[in-house]
T-cell receptor
Framework: DTAVSQTPKYLVTQMGNDKSIKCEQNLGHDTMYWYKQDSKKFLKIMFSYNNKELIINETVPNRFSPKSPDKAHLNLHINSLELGDSAVYFC?????????????FGPGTRLTVT | GNSVTQMEGPVTLSEEAFLTINCTYTATGYPSLFWYVQYPGEGLQLLLKATKADDKGSNKGFEATYRKETTSFHLEKGSVQVSDSAVYFCALSNPYSSASKIIFGSGTRLSIRP
């Protein structure tokens, strides 16, 4: 009965490779997000989709491309991986409560680029 | 614009000590305010929330009161346990601006000594 799930949990790869991270939510939420968390735990929003439409696209290199095949899934594809891409990536989904958005996070994917 | 400022960590306390983690915010209108907790190796979990002035959110012995006059939402717990060791994030959601974005503080790492 996992609410927001991500795969894989750990990803170790070499510079220059292309990799994908998958995210699925079974909460029926319309909005999904990708965040990057650095080693100091700072959270940076990367993208947000609402019902398969891109609504937030922060300053992120073009090597990062999100894809939302349906409102329950939001995948992240990264081309030409660099050392600086090493971080934990979190997927989240949210529901509008009428007074603001409440977010639910996945367990994270720890990406290590060597 | 909207922003959240929380006290820098790390915060180290002995078990059964009183905890306060300060959080102040800047926002237009009436945002909702949240505290999220991230235990080691996990994603963020919603700890508590408050949606209007003078509301008190509470969960697992933690409390925070929405103070509009001081634009604050400080997290408190009367007697901390080793299991409370985690990173705590203050956040706001403002339906009047920033679309579906939730603004997070930089996180405060809490360590509890037995």
């Amino acid at each position: 009965d996992t609410a927001v799930s991500q795969t894989p949990k750990y990803l170790v790869t070499q510079m220059g490779n292309d990799k994908s991270i998958k995210c699925e939510q079974n909460l029926g939420h319309d909005t999904m997000y990708w965040y990057k968390q650095d080693s100091k735990k700072f959270l940076k929003i990367m993208f947000s989709y609402n019902n398969k439409e891109l609504i937030i696209n922060e300053t992120v290199p073009n090597r990062f491309s999100p894809k939302s095949p349906d409102k329950a899934h939001l995948n992240l594809h990264i081309n030409s991986l660099e050392l600086g891409d090493s971080a934990v990536y979190f997927c989240a989904s949210s529901v509008m409560t009428g007074v603001g958005y409440e977010q639910y996070f996945g367990p994270g994917t720890r990406l290590t680029v060597t | 614009g909207n922003s959240v400022t929380q006290m820098e960590g790390p915060v180290t306390l002995s078990e059964e000590a009183f905890l306060t983690i300060n959080c102040t915010y800047t926002a237009t209108g009436y945002p909702s305010l949240f505290w999220y907790v991230q235990y080691p190796g996990e994603g963020l979990q919603l700890l508590l929330k408050a949606t209007k002035a003078d509301d008190k959110g509470s969960n697992k012995g933690f409390e925070a009161t929405y103070r509009k006059e001081t634009t604050s939402f400080h997290l408190e717990k009367g007697s901390v346990q080793v299991s409370d060791s985690a990173v705590y994030f203050c956040a706001l959601s403002n339906p009047y601006s920033s679309a579906s974005k939730i603004i997070f503080g930089s996180g405060t790492r809490l360590s509890i000594r037995p």
